[in-house]
């Protein structure tokens, strides 16, 4: 059933103003978005990273929910603790209520270091929530390269230059990395499609078991775009496919939109700072390839979702 | 005294810990198997697998993920337990840091055993005194027997509303945690009265009071933290002799911070921790009966660290080995540096001498032990020179 | 207008926070350099620009299901709003200017 906003009023009341993330973050809008889709009481845990920061700095909380935060690349063992303490104290009948369990974490902390203790969680099983909001970047401490960070895209770490394009490779496909936890529902979403993430989101929470959702929150500060331009240029990722909707669930993939007619990439490359190398004279079989990375993936996709 | 029943079991180090764990019953055990270790989550499995005990399990995939997955578990409110040696606790070198600074009682049994590099799985000192400075109180056990009395002591302790901090209940690894010996056993409801139930303060299943744990502390408040964590651990050290007397009463046995062996009349003394007490014990007998008057101090408290008592002991002494199983690079090792500052304000200074011992696991024969005293005796020490005992030149 | 900072012995232990959102006392607006000026008259009462408000400062009456204006405390003047809004009823005002008129 699909989710109505006006239905919906009142309840973006887990994450509150006041929080310090930078103006025209995504991140805020996947918290909002995924917390609503739930009547559930929350108990939270953040990995190390913007979020974090920014939502509690003490002395002041933007949580209205019971909320933890212990390191960076832990969230995944730390909501395994947590959701087994609530089956200890239901066991006892310390608690009556059915609450629900919810991780979130960077790409920083979800990609790269935070990766094991993520699959360890998806593999035992416990019954959570983990979503990656994901800004391609270690955006907390000014825009480093993650695994996430796409080809081409310049970052503090793997800079453009004479000699470089800026990233050399790829970005890892951490949402199949996911899904090959069998047991897990993985999906791949973007703030720019609030009915999707907020479906999705619904979805993993009534799963009885692990539940990953990987979603594209700009980061309009290090991706060089305008404050105004998040959702746009979050849109702008799906309608090229450089960012698929898609979700597997008991090893069937479903892919959730397919553009009638793909926007070419040199869009999403053109409206972000990140890669304004790229267009330099030269750089052309560099956008050929990112294009063609992006269509293969869109087809191996298709493929899995027609099997 | 005590009308508690009690059973003698023949335990090893690592069956007591487990034992004490199906006493106390935990609600939930996160843990990554670890030689030495690996027999406490071992034995305790079973227990789980048996249905002896209520807790809840994680499996988890690294001992990283062990100490992430107790804060989670104890941050929410439940009593949590873990176990680990060596690389393990090195691992989870910084989540150790973080239980303690969000001051949860999480007992954790350390099987010591050396670090790499290279890689050795016997026993020494260097894991558990790379975590000194982490806020967790460490209690070190000579034997199976002191390994099982000492989980409660640590249980309880821990979860004492004005502690509220991690205790770690270290034990010499293969020594203790593979050497048998026959342990009292306290009735299980003997325990579970012991420690009763956890009453955490702030728990997040708490959901009528929201709270937000481990928020960004930045200079206005990190040091005020901080400083609670001093006065908490100052505190631990307060109840220490209280919750180790309540301990007394249920087993008949004493548990002071430090513990001395013939020693009131001793001249020449050795200060150790843990399965070296014992066998300093031996000698000493051996030697009292030669007439020499030596004798011991083990210290089982080693966060926070008895100064004063100990000060007080070691007065008067003409000399003192402190036998060290940890060596720190560069610098005297852990146990020595304390004892040095222990005596700092005494006028009458015994001259205390550095031993650096049995790392990797090397052997403590009485007979080196023996060297010890015989070194003390013949003033054959230097104190500004660190002694490494039974090392081949 | 800093709060008198507390000693030690007056806070929680470990850090924790015990008031749940306080962070609503921490007011953003005066980030803003940009003020979205929102016309009523147009607006559909789609909320977009609620739900892709970062800072939840898009106001609504909740039982008439209107959106009623911006919460200039929070608001830190990205502009997604404009951005979103289908019938373009927002228009973004330097805060100088507006000062000034």
Redesign the interface.
Known sequence: MAFL??D???K??I???????????????AV??VTMATDN?L?I?SATGCL??S?????????????????F??A??????????????K??G??D?E?KFLAFGGDGGTYDIGL??L??AL??GHDFVYVCYDNQGYMNTGAQRSASTPMGASTTTEPAGKKSIGKRIQRKDLTMIAAAHHNAYAAQSS?SH?QDLMSKAKKAFEYEGPAFINVLSPC?RFWRV???????IAKLAVETNFWPLFEIENMKLTLNFKPKERKPIIDWIKAQGRYKHLLQAGNEPVIDEIQKEVDAYFDYLVRLSSI | MSTIQKNKLSLTGNQAAAEAMRQIDPDVVAAYPITPQTEIVMAFSQFHADGKVNTEMIRVESEHSAMSACIGSASAGARTMTATSSQGLALMHEMVFIAASLRLPIVMPVVNRALSGPINIHCDHSDTMAERDSGWIQIFAENPQEVYDHMFLAMKLAEHPDVQLPVMVNQDGFITSHGVEIVDVLEDKAVKDFVGEYKPKTPLLDLKHPVTMGALDLYDYYFEHKRQQAEAVKRAFGLFDKVAGDVSKLTGRKYPMVETYQFDDADYVIVTMSSAAGTTKFVIDSLRAQGTKVGLLKIRLFRPFPYKIISGLLKGKKGVAVLDRSASFGAFSPVYTEIMNSCYYLDARPNIYPVVFGLGGRDLTPKLIESVYTGLIGNKFKTDQIEYLGVRE | MAAKLKGWKEIPEAGTIVEPGNARNYKTGGWRSDRPVWNKETCIHCFFCWIWCPDMAVQVDQANKKMTGINLEYCKGCGVCAEVCPKKCFTMKNEKELTNE
């Not at chain 1, 994450?15 to 809008?29: D, E, Q, V």
């Not at chain 1, 305008?226 to 746009?232: I, L």
Request: proline share 7%; with cysteine; hydrophobic share 40%.
């Open positions: 906003l006006k919906l009023l009142g973006d009341k994450l509150t103003s006041g929080h310090r993330l930078c103006p025209g973050c995504g991140a805020p809008m909002k978005m009481p108990i845990t974090e920061v939502t509690t700095i003490y002395p002041f909380t933007a949580w209205d929910t019971p909320w933890v935060h212990s390191a690349e832990n995944g063992a730390t909501i395994s603790g947590l959701q087994t303490a609530f089956l200890a104290w066991k006892k310390k608690i209520k609450v094991q203790a699959s360890g593999e035992r703030i609030w309009v305008p404050s105004s331009k998040t959702v746009e």
